[in-house]
């Protein structure tokens, strides 16, 4: 259930996504170098929410002979990637139930994670496929004062957990070695809360709710006209296979 509304959400998203996902793109690119400033020469490389493909155009830079295979569990964000990226592999699926029956030099998922179930599982299973994994991932304090918005009136809003560095790293390190981490804040502004809303709808992140959620924050939304930052703590981790 959970898993169809994302993919449809993000499936919507797939024709505005390109055009919103600035921060997605700049976390790519980030991610990217951090992999290849710290990891070797990669020949076949599985990219997990791959989206329209931001992180695979990144690492071609860097490994342009590699095989890619990409993964998303929506068919239209697969589609625009195979559209951007032709001619490599290409998997709709769910990655935390799904069993890749092949191996990988790198498994790289930028600011996809926090849509899974469970992360821990997902390391231990992934690092068995990929002999590196990189990820990033918003986590504690992201998105604060949008989601202060709600707090008050104990609306749920964006689905996900927010993880805090400390407790994510500590379970990175449990399932791998931690080559590189790193940190960084990217601020987006919005003339008003409903801006920034509209800005997780084009990009499929606007979470999973009820309908008499969507009215409270409609109303909630409505009710707060003034500027506001959207800010997206990411942190970076390259691991290892132990
Ligand atoms: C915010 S987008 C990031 C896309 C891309 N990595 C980028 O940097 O532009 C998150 C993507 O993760 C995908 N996703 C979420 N849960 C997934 C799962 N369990 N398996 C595979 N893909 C998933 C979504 O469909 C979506 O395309």
């Given at each position: 259930?959970?898993?169809?509304?994302?993919?449809?959400?993000?499936?919507?998203?797939?024709?505005?996504?390109?055009?919103?996902?600035?921060?997605?793109?700049?976390?790519?690119?980030?991610?990217?170098?951090?992999?290849?400033?710290?990891?070797?020469?990669?020949?076949?490389?599985?990219?997990?929410?791959?989206?329209?493909?931001?992180?695979?155009?990144?690492?071609?830079?860097?490994?342009?002979?590699?095989?890619?295979?990409?993964?998303?569990?929506?068919?239209?964000?697969?589609?625009?990637?195979?559209?951007?990226?032709?001619?490599?592999?290409?998997?709709?699926g769910d990655a935390e139930n799904y069993s890749f029956n092949n191996t990988y030099d790198l498994g790289i998922s930028n600011l996809a994670l926090q849509w899974f179930?469970?992360?821990?599982?997902?390391?231990?299973?992934?690092?068995?496929?990929?002999?590196?994994?990189?990820?990033?991932?918003?986590?504690?304090?992201?998105?604060?004062?949008?989601?202060?918005?709600?707090?008050?009136?104990?609306?749920?809003?964006?689905?996900?957990?927010?993880?805090?560095?400390?407790?994510?790293?500590?379970?990175?390190?449990?399932?791998?070695?931690?080559?590189?981490?790193?940190?960084?804040?990217?601020?987006?502004?919005?003339?008003?809360?409903?801006?920034?809303?509209?800005?997780?709808?084009?990009?499929?992140?606007?979470?999973?709710?009820?309908?008499?959620?969507?009215?409270?924050?409609?109303?909630?939304?409505?009710?707060?006209?003034?500027?506001?930052?959207?800010?997206?703590?990411?942190?970076?981790?390259?691991?290892?296979?132990?």
């Open positions: 259930m959970k898993l169809n509304h994302l993919s449809n959400n993000f499936g919507e998203a797939s024709a505005t996504y390109d055009q919103h996902a600035s921060v997605q793109k700049k976390t790519s690119e980030y991610l990217a170098c951090l992999c290849s400033s710290c990891t070797e020469n990669h020949k076949k490389i599985l990219d997990i929410g791959c989206g329209t493909g931001f992180t695979t155009l990144a690492l071609q830079k860097y490994y342009r002979n590699a095989t890619y295979t990409l993964c998303d569990l929506s068919e239209n964000m697969i589609l625009s990637a195979k559209n951007k990226i032709p001619n490599q592999n290409y998997i709709v179930e469970n992360i821990e599982s997902f390391l231990m299973k992934i690092l068995l496929q990929c002999k590196y994994f990189a990820f990033s991932i918003p986590v504690e304090g992201s998105f604060a004062a949008y989601k202060n918005l709600f707090a008050e009136k104990n609306i749920p809003i964006l689905a996900h957990y927010y993880w805090n560095i400390e407790a994510l790293l500590a379970l990175a390190k449990k399932q791998g070695d931690v080559i590189r981490s790193d940190f960084k804040r990217y601020d987006l502004f919005f003339e008003n809360a409903l801006d920034a809303a509209k800005h997780f709808k084009s990009i499929g992140a606007q979470g999973i709710t009820t309908p008499q959620n969507k009215i409270k924050i409609a109303a909630r939304l409505l009710a707060n006209p003034v500027k506001i930052n959207l800010n997206y703590n990411v942190f970076f981790v390259v691991l290892g296979r132990k």
